[in-house]
């Protein structure tokens, strides 16, 4: 690599760190939708201000299960399986697409 493409790399500026680390913009997107729910959810949790046992009950999981969820094991969730979270969390989760293609004509 020649010393101008790293001056490059280092200049380069993303809109979220997972655009920056992930290898396709869908993947990046997988990942800031779970990201925030399993923030959102992590808050909620926390607001409930129970133990882990309880919290875990609330949401139908198992507390080891809770714990990964409350320490960011990020890979260890799946977007559907944190979207089956937010009803027994108290949420509403709405999904918003936006045509591309018609917004450019």
């Known amino acids: 690599m020649e010393p101008n493409q ?5 200049n380069e500026r993303f809109e979220s760190v997972w655009d920056a680390i992930e290898d396709t913009p ?5 990942m800031r939708l ?3 729910l399993m ?4 808050r909620r949790v ?3 201000n129970v133990t882990q046992k309880e919290a875990a009950q609330r949401l139908g999981i198992t507390q080891p299960r809770l714990n990964d969820l409350l320490n960011g094991r990020i890979n260890k969730f799946g977007l559907d399986a944190l979207v089956n979270l937010t ?6 989760v709405e999904l918003t697409l936006e045509d591309k293609e018609a917004t450019v004509a």
Request: charged share 25%; net charge negative; hydrophobic share 40%.
């Open 26 to 30: 869908e993947e990046a997107l997988n």
């Open 34 to 36: 779970r990201s925030e």
């Open 6 to 10: 790293v001056t490059d790399m280092a």
């Open 46 to 48: 926390k607001e409930w």
């Open 39 to 42: 923030i959102q959810i992590t």
């Open 87 to 92: 009803g027994p969390a108290h949420f509403h």
